[in-house]
């Protein structure tokens, strides 16, 4: 998965092509328009005014910015309606990927206020301010898992090679079966209804980039808006093939290994095991909602206070897609965490 999606040369999104909108394999909330970055820069401004001091700057860090277009919509807001904020702050953007730091320079070269990090370490800076992902920790490896009900026991499905073409292995051969255990507990009752062949699929590089985020943020919000589920809601035996998918020109499809580098693949984030990273390192969770709750609470003010562009067909059009049911509204969740106090 990691080589398909992020390979230098090969990888789904390192491709010069846009793989984003109309033309492309999937929409975004970005993709809709400019509304979702000025929704969200007006909810970032009161959170960063919060963490301010006189001696410290404040941040913005986003991690998986892609070509910027969000940076960039988030920029202008706060340049047009918060220019005091402005010229304290800070937006890192956290992008592993030279190809694609090049992209965001670019969108945002007007900006001099812009930093990148190729990622969170324990060398990182203490962030004062919001840490912030949208649609990145859906397309961060998975480990797959499948229940043996014969024999009452998980196996790994791994890669390998068929007849020239990749094709789906299990890993129990490759060593003792407590080196490829599961890292995840089910209740026994469970078990017994789970069907032979249940998928069940665990990002660990994922959890630890929420825990690396969660150390380096000193004050203020950790928020992550994804595709996902809790674990309760992804461990159901009408979920029998698990959440990782491919997308190509908008529509599933339903060999995941068939063209790597050409289509995206995408699994469900678990949202309990963020939360439970996050706490263990003094975070608390302060929102677990979907996106339509999250914007629709930040809508109602800030059109109220003119922080947004007068409602227009274009707008309310936006609006809709962003946060009707059928549409983005329910797909996405919204998880926000936060520290208070410098610990």
Request: charged share 20%.
């Amino acid at each position: 998965m990691r080589l398909a999606l992020y390979c230098p040369v090969y990888g789904y999104y390192e491709k010069e092509e846009d793989t984003i909108g109309r033309n492309g394999d999937f929409y975004t909330s970005v993709s809709v328009g400019n509304l979702f970055g000025e929704l969200l820069a007006f909810q970032f401004e009161e959170w960063v005014a919060q963490c301010q001091s006189e001696t410290r700057p404040v941040q913005i860090v986003e991690a998986g910015a892609h070509r910027g277009d969000l940076a960039r919509d988030i920029l202008i807001w706060l340049h047009d309606h918060r220019p005091e904020l402005f010229q304290r702050l800070q937006y890192v953007i956290i992008e592993p990927s030279s190809i694609r730091q090049k992209w965001q320079a670019d969108a945002l070269s007007k900006f001099t206020n812009v930093q990148w990090l190729s990622g969170i370490t324990r060398h990182t800076s203490r962030i004062r301010g919001v840490i912030f992902v949208n649609e990145l920790l859906d397309a961060i490896p998975v480990r797959r898992f499948g229940w043996d009900a014969h024999n009452r026991k998980w196996f790994e499905w791994g890669v390998t090679m068929k007849n020239r073409e990749l094709a789906w292995t299990s890993m129990d051969h490759l060593g003792p079966a407590e080196t490829i255990s599961p890292p995840f507990e089910i209740n026994a009752d469970l078990l017994s209804v789970l069907p032979d062949g249940f998928i069940f699929e665990t990002s660990p590089e994922a959890e630890a980039w929420w825990q690396s985020a969660s150390r380096a943020l000193a004050r203020g919000k950790l928020v992550t808006i994804d595709y996902g589920l809790t674990t309760d809601e992804l461990i159901l035996p009408e979920r029998k093939d698990g959440t990782l998918r491919g997308y190509y020109r908008h529509h599933p499809t339903s060999n995941l290994l068939a063209n790597p580098g050409e289509q995206d693949l995408t699994a469900h984030v678990n949202f309990s095991r963020l939360m439970a990273a996050g706490e263990a390192n003094g975070l608390t969770t302060e929102k677990f909602v979907t996106q339509a709750q999250f914007l629709t609470q930040i809508a109602a003010p800030a059109w109220k206070g003119g922080a947004v562009e007068p409602w227009s067909p274009s707008r309310a059009r936006q609006f809709q897609t962003l946060t009707h049911p059928d549409h983005l509204g329910r797909s996405f969740r919204v998880l926000v965490q936060s520290r208070e106090r410098t610990s």
